[in-house]
């Protein structure tokens, strides 16, 4: 068998199964994926490969949207909310030298 015939079949087969790294993945992230996997009786790999699948547009399965018409119009005064976001622009000078 010539190095060719390898070296043609060793690149199909790295292209079939691509590996990857992922460094610094956060802990919220990993607890999230870890428990979604738990949950579904899946791998870690799989529930990831999924998640980047869907991150990037992928997915075949159609995204749920929510329609908020039923909500849109529906805000009432509130004084309380009003005061507690006012009280948020209010600088304390003494703060600052």
Not at 45 to 66: D, F, H, I, K
Request: aromatic content about 8%.
């Amino acid at each position: 068998m010539s190095s060719q015939v390898l070296a043609s079949g060793a690149y199909s087969a790295y292209n079939l199964c691509m590996q990857y790294t992922i460094r610094n993945v956060p802990e919220y992230l990993d607890a999230a994926l870890r428990g979604s996997a738990r949950e579904q009786g899946k791998s870690l790999n799989e529930v990831a490969v999924l998640a980047l699948v869907r991150g990037a547009g992928l997915s075949p399965e159609p995204r749920r949207w929510r329609e908020l018409g039923d909500i849109a119009g529906s805000w009432q005064d509130d004084p309380a909310f009003d005061s507690a976001l006012a009280s948020q622009d209010t600088v304390d000078e003494s703060l600052w030298p």
